[in-house]
């Protein structure tokens, strides 16, 4: 059975024994953002748990925090991931120049470089992904993965 849903803003799981290769659905092990105290907020503006995800497929990373950010990059592309500690610039969605903080929280973070340089998308709109910095509630097994 194929999947006959268009790709969208939120997307969803597929449903059981349903295949489905639109960009931006989750096939792969989903890691769940982590979130501070700013998650009923972020929730209440559509950039909560329900629609925020890191997920590696076989082939590809896609990373969605709601209708706010949103890369799916081939997996190639990844280099070193790491653990990432210091002060964060906010909460959220933040970047400049390739390089984007996506969190719910100030801590579990990890740090993903990409080269070449890769396409992500902010509120809509296409931009450049050098590095991202992600908050996850597993960022030990992301690494792992990834390496």
Known sequence: MRCHKRPSLFPTRPSEG?????????????YAIKYGLLRPLLSALALGPRFSFAEVGEERLTVRMGWAFYASVPRSAVRSPERSEGPVGGIGVHGWRGRWLVNGAASGLVTITFEPVQRAWVM????????LRLSLEDPDGLIALLR
Do not use: A, I, S, Y
């Open 124 to 131: 809509g709109f296409p931009t450049k992904l050098r590095e």
């Open 18 to 30: 349903e295949v489905c290769d639109h960009p931006g659905v989750p096939t792969g092990r989903r």
